[in-house]
């Protein structure tokens, strides 16, 4: 079983920056993707990036400009640079991977805890 752990998150205020780290269990080489998520109160999970084995990235049109994703083989970790925050940004950040045809976090009860991000002065 493929675990994820999101870290990273905490208090900035608006403007300031935070880096997240997704840390899996095993050997991230092959994943196919690897994305961010995030989710605010009252609000349904919505895609923040993602990343493909090649390299290549796709960002939600909101954070285009300001985050960054990437990703660090050697450590088993993702990452998401957050630059300019806002009050909008404000939420629980996820991560997920599918591997191959194989997604680890599929059902409400797979995505765990998330790592908080809150933005505010």
């Known amino acids: 079983q493929v675990q994820l752990v999101e870290s990273g998150g905490g208090l900035v205020q608006p403007g300031g920056a935070l880096r997240l780290s997704c840390t899996a269990s095993?050997?991230?080489?092959?994943?196919?993707?690897m994305a961010w998520y995030r989710q605010a109160p009252g609000k349904e999970r919505e895609l923040v990036a993602d990343i493909d084995a090649g390299g290549r990235t796709n960002y939600a049109d909101f954070v285009k400009g300001r985050f960054t994703i990437s990703r660090d083989s050697a450590k088993k970790t993702m990452y998401l640079q957050m630059n300019s925050l806002s009050p909008e940004d404000t939420a629980v950040y996820y991560c997920?991977?599918?591997?191959?045809?194989?997604?680890?976090?599929?059902?409400?009860?797979?995505w765990g805890q998330g790592t908080q991000v809150t933005v505010s002065s």
């Open positions: 095993i050997n991230i080489f092959g994943f196919k993707k």
């Open positions: 997920n991977a599918a591997i191959g045809a194989t997604t680890v976090r599929r059902g409400a009860a797979d």
